[in-house]
């Protein structure tokens, strides 16, 4: 009478084949969907820090400027003392993340100079423009 309990060595290495050659399948379809889920966290936070900015300039009436700095989104406020920090976005160190411009929007919602905030890594490119009404638009270029 044979023993039905456990797997023989047959049936372990036929299953260990499959395992790996189910992750050699999918290791490259997650590196291109975790590189994608990196740019759009840094997307999100960007356009989330700038609807900030117009939100804050129209309700305290004061003119608030956008910047990246060291890789984050800092808000400052002209409160008639010169520019103070009010609020940082951070963008993480995993993506590239670069302004031409410091936008400042004022207090009716308006900004200048208008300005395109580049989202970078592995040759992936989103820009966010931003018109001079204080709306945001996502581009993808590849």
């Known amino acids: 009478m044979k023993n039905s309990k456990g797997l023989t060595v047959m049936e372990l290495l036929v299953s260990v084949a499959l395992l790996a050659l189910v992750i050699v ?5 997650l590196r291109s969907f975790f590189l994608r889920m990196e740019i759009h966290a840094a997307l999100r936070t960007v356009t989330v820090a700038l609807s900030t900015a117009r939100t804050t300039a129209i ?37 590239a ?16 100079p208008l300005c395109t905030i ?13 018109s001079m009404y204080g709306r945001l638009k996502v581009y993808d270029n590849g």
């Open 97 to 112: 993340v670069r302004a031409n411009g410091r936008p400042v929007f004022s207090p009716l919602g308006f900004v200048s």
């Open 59 to 95: 309700r305290d009436n004061l003119p608030v400027r956008a910047e990246v700095v060291d890789n984050c989104l800092q808000l400052s406020r002209d409160d008639g003392h010169g520019w103070r920090v009010i609020h940082r976005f951070e963008l993480g160190g995993k993506v």
């Open 25 to 29: 399948v999918t290791v490259p379809g």
């Open 118 to 130: 580049t989202v970078e890594k592995e040759r992936r490119v989103r820009r966010v423009v931003l």
